[in-house]
């Protein structure tokens, strides 16, 4: 699909803006082609720099390869996405790690007492959610800029999958993305999108 580029003051060439924006889709079927470990990797070597608050990596990437795991998981996806999710060649579960605060005098050196602002239970899963879910869509991005797919869904017994993947109760599972190589009638119909004027406002 070859869009008009409309004039742009972005840097970023036309050719990236389309691969990770206008041409991408959400894609809701997948060919056969094998997802590797060293895809995924890159993926997340490039993602890992992009900011979140305080520096905080809640992430958790659970990458579903077994047949075991994957039959599992399809127990917990609601219908309409049972078959894509067992036929895709790689699918993650994207979680937040609710003791993330464990390692920020790792990753937030600067401020020794960065884990002691997260004592509060209640506050620290808030923050969790919220900077996972900043960082589930630098995922999105970078499957894309691997020439990949994404296909996120949110449709699934959240409470279920987390008793059988994260028994421990440390985690909360947000996301499940299949990942892939697009196949045959992938895509809906792009859906409409808010104009900068509907969306934008200047005080």
Same mark, same amino acid.
């Given at each position: 699909?070859?869009? +008009? ?10 050719? /990236? ?23 995924? =990797? ?6 890992? @720099? /992009? ?17 075991? /795991? =994957? ?10 996405? &049972? ?22 005098? &790792? +990753?937030?050196?600067? /401020?020794?007492?960065?884990?002691? @602002? ?18 589930? #869509? ?21 409470? #279920? ?7 421990? #109760? ?8 299949? +990942?892939?190589?697009? #196949? ?8 409409? =999108? ?10």
């Amino acid at each position: 699909m070859n869009t +008009v580029q409309p004039e742009t003051l972005l840097t970023l060439a036309a050719e /990236a803006q389309d691969l990770l924006f206008r041409e991408a889709r959400t894609a809701n079927t997948f060919t056969d082609a094998p997802v590797t470990d060293d895809q995924i =990797r890159d993926i997340y070597e490039l993602i890992k @720099y /992009a900011p979140t608050s305080m520096n905080q990596q809640p992430l958790r990437i659970v990458l579903v390869r077994s047949p075991e /795991a =994957r039959a599992r998981l399809v127990t917990h996806m609601i219908d309409n996405n &049972k078959p894509k999710t067992a036929a895709a060649p790689l699918t993650a579960i994207l979680a937040a790690d609710l003791n993330f605060h464990e390692n920020l005098p &790792k +990753v937030f050196p600067h /401020a020794p007492e960065a884990k002691d @602002y997260f004592a509060d239970p209640g506050y620290r899963a808030e923050s969790a959610r919220f900077n996972a879910l900043i960082q589930t #869509g630098y995922f999105i991005l970078g499957i894309r800029a691997a020439g990949l797919a994404a296909g996120p869904m949110n449709g699934f017994d959240a409470e #279920g999958l987390d008793n059988d993947f994260f028994p421990d #109760g440390t985690h909360s599972a947000l996301v499940v993305v299949n +990942v892939g190589i697009p #196949g045959t009638d992938a895509w809906f119909p792009r859906s409409p =999108r808010l104009t900068y004027d509907e969306v934008v406002t200047t005080v």
